[in-house]
């Protein structure tokens, strides 16, 4: 239907073959004991829902009585019908040459745009209020529904914008560039009203339903063969006529893409062939953004009771952060593997598990196209980044082949740099962390926690922000300068042969009256602590550093209140005149003092699981002792 005019480099649109299928597959479509009027029997017997061709003479008269020579995609459809019936679901006529007029505001529609216009609203805003004075009006019968054409939005084909306004939708009318886009999408609104049309009528089945089938099975292998941008293309025209599957596919790639609003994979999340890769997904993006579980049920609309009562089950393991991902084959036993990764902060290496399992995935049926329920685990679903959704879906998968994809970057630098970085999301107050050499992340309650701590091992994995809450609600809000500094620490690896734990939200320094963990930790092996704020965001900026082996403390400096205090015999490599040469020099010492201690131990700390992953956690001993005799005891509410 479309051709393209090489001379003039514009595209010349067949409207007569455009509009005879239109009109054939509107008659199809009617149901037999529909009632019809007169007029619309007559169309569905000649199959045309237009009128005769307006003559030149019909058009330039039109013109003349308007004031404005009508744009080329209106003119040229007025040259092959003289107006059309059934514009859509809502448009029942609309305007030829006899009817089209200026609507000069007999909707009192701008009254209502103008009154609330701000004075420095934008011009786009200024120009949906003023096409109800200046537009010229289409729609001649229809349901609360307006068409104007807009002769002061042009482009540069002459063509005038046309915007459309119904009372059933949103405030702001709907723009079209031109005449021919919006009939397009007046078809497409028709195709989509009856593809889901529940009344009985003749199965809607024609040649552009036949075509978007076949694109839609096209887009389905374009996704698995990993061009997933030409598959979503395909998919969201196919979605646009009201196609069955298209939706559904369509959602998938969404999702994959870090897309929830209006995400629901419709007609496939209640189907139980995908249902435990589908279901986790939206239930998880339910829980992230709202209370009202009705919002859900009307998601899963159609789902029998079994189906709502492993949604429900869902759900309450999705909130209280126990979800876990499972899948059969290959994949399902790398995404094992990338958990416990994750579980230790080795966020990179959890990715790396789950992309190179990739090619070995295969779909749960033939409208399944990527792995979608890790994204709903806890420890899994952190791993997703924007570079690494578009790995993944660029990824051949299901058995098929294509180009490899380029390989997202790391995310998690080496060393300890990164906390020097004013944008890392680490709290208001500095941070601090133990590093105990030899064990595992899951020895570390019996080396840092303190009575009950020591055998509770560890908790489930949570983000900073929970840590605090969870300390939050473990003591009502309140801190004193007591023992009662007792942190929920994230915990897992720090590189070759070390553990962490890290507090990236700690409580005020106090250096008279710190601490240090590392000796309770160095039992048998040696333990490193940091606690440091450099950043300027206190009036004192600190720094600590102290160092256990065989649970003594061998070596420790602190600089705090301007001054720099030591014990033991500090290695060169981490001597602290070497960073903090006098207050001008405090603010640029934090990084290379963080990077002495990172080369000097051979550690690091994992940045994308502290800052956007779940970590366990353990609770440490206090960090502060109580007070002495003659010592004040301060106490402070902390919120958030």
Do not use: C
Request: glycine content about 10%; cysteine-free.
């Amino acid at each position: 239907m479309v051709t393209e005019n090489t001379a003039t480099g514009t595209t010349d649109f067949d409207w007569r073959t455009f509009l005879l299928r239109w009109s054939g597959e509107w008659a199809d479509a009617l149901p037999d004991d529909e009632v019809r009027d007169a007029d619309d029997e007559a169309a569905r017997r000649s199959r045309w829902l237009g009128f005769p061709p307006a003559s030149e003479e019909r058009i330039a008269a039109m013109e003349e009585r308007l004031g404005r020579r009508m744009p080329p995609s209106y003119r040229s459809f007025l040259r092959v019908t003289d107006g059309w019936r059934h514009a859509g679901g809502f448009v029942w006529l609309l305007a030829g040459t006899a009817d089209a007029r200026w609507h000069d505001n007999a909707s009192g529609l701008a009254d209502l745009y103008e009154e609330y216009l701000e004075e420095d609203a934008e011009p786009e805003e200024r120009q949906e209020a003023g096409v109800w004075r200046r537009g010229l009006q289409l729609d001649v019968e229809s349901d609360a529904t307006y068409v104007l054409l807009d002769p002061e939005d042009v482009d540069e084909d002459g063509e005038w914008a046309v915007r459309t306004w119904a009372s059933w939708r949103a405030d702001a009318p709907e723009r079209h560039r031109d005449f021919r886009a919006f009939l397009e999408a007046m078809f497409r609104e028709f195709h989509s009203l009856r593809a889901h049309r529940t009344d009985g009528g003749p199965e809607f089945v024609n040649a552009t339903t036949r075509e978007l089938d076949a694109r839609v099975e096209e887009a389905r292998r374009d996704a698995l063969r990993g061009d997933w941008e030409t598959a979503l293309k395909k998919l969201d025209e196919a979605k646009g006529y009201g196609r069955p599957r298209a939706a559904g596919l369509g959602d998938q790639i969404r999702r994959m893409l870090g897309l929830t609003y209006m995400v629901s994979f419709p007609g496939l999340v209640t189907d139980p062939r995908y249902a435990s890769e589908l279901l986790p997904p939206l239930v998880a993006a339910h829980a992230g953004r709202s209370h009202d579980d009705s919002v859900l049920t009307y998601h899963l609309r159609g789902a029998d009771e079994a189906l709502m009562s492993r949604a429900r089950a869902t759900l309450d393991q999705v909130r209280a952060g126990t979800y876990r991902y499972t899948a059969p084959g290959p994949f399902g036993e790398a995404a094992d593997r990338a958990r416990e990764l994750a579980r230790r902060g080795d966020t990179d290496q959890a990715w790396r598990a789950l992309i190179d399992a990739l090619p070995l995935w295969q779909p749960l049926g033939p409208d399944h196209i990527a792995p979608l329920g890790w994204l709903a685990d806890p420890l899994l679903g952190p791993l997703l980044t924007p570079e690494r959704s578009r790995e993944l879906l660029s990824a051949p998968r299901g058995g098929e082949s294509g180009e490899t994809p380029s390989r997202a970057p790391d995310l998690d630098p080496p060393g300890l740099d990164w906390l020097a970085d004013r944008d890392r999301g680490t709290g208001r107050r500095g941070y601090r962390f133990v590093l105990v050499e030899g064990v595992a992340p899951e020895d570390l309650p019996g080396r840092l926690g303190d009575g009950d701590a020591q055998d509770a091992g560890l908790g489930k994995p949570v983000t900073i922000s929970e840590a605090r809450h969870q300390q939050l609600r473990g003591t009502g809000g309140v801190w004193s300068s007591s023992s009662s500094d007792q942190p929920v620490m994230a915990v897992g690896r720090a590189g070759a042969g070390w553990s962490f734990a890290f507090d990236g939200d700690p409580d005020p320094f106090t250096p008279e009256r710190f601490v240090s963990p590392a000796a309770a930790a160095a039992a048998a092996t040696r333990a490193v602590v940091v606690w440091a704020d450099l950043s300027g965001r206190r009036d004192e900026p600190f720094f600590h550093l102290s160092v256990a082996r065989d649970g003594a403390e061998e070596y420790a400096f602190t600089y705090a209140e301007g001054e720099l205090r030591r014990t033991g015999d500090v290695p060169p490599a981490l001597d602290p005149d070497r960073f903090l040469a006098g207050p001008a020099a405090v603010a640029e010492a934090e990084r290379p003092l963080l990077r002495a201690v990172a080369e000097h131990f051979g550690v690091r700390l994992p940045r994308h699981a502290l800052l956007n992953g779940r970590l366990p956690t353990v609770v440490s001993r206090s960090w502060t002792r109580p007070p002495e005799d003659g010592e004040a005891l301060f106490v402070w509410t902390r919120v958030g």
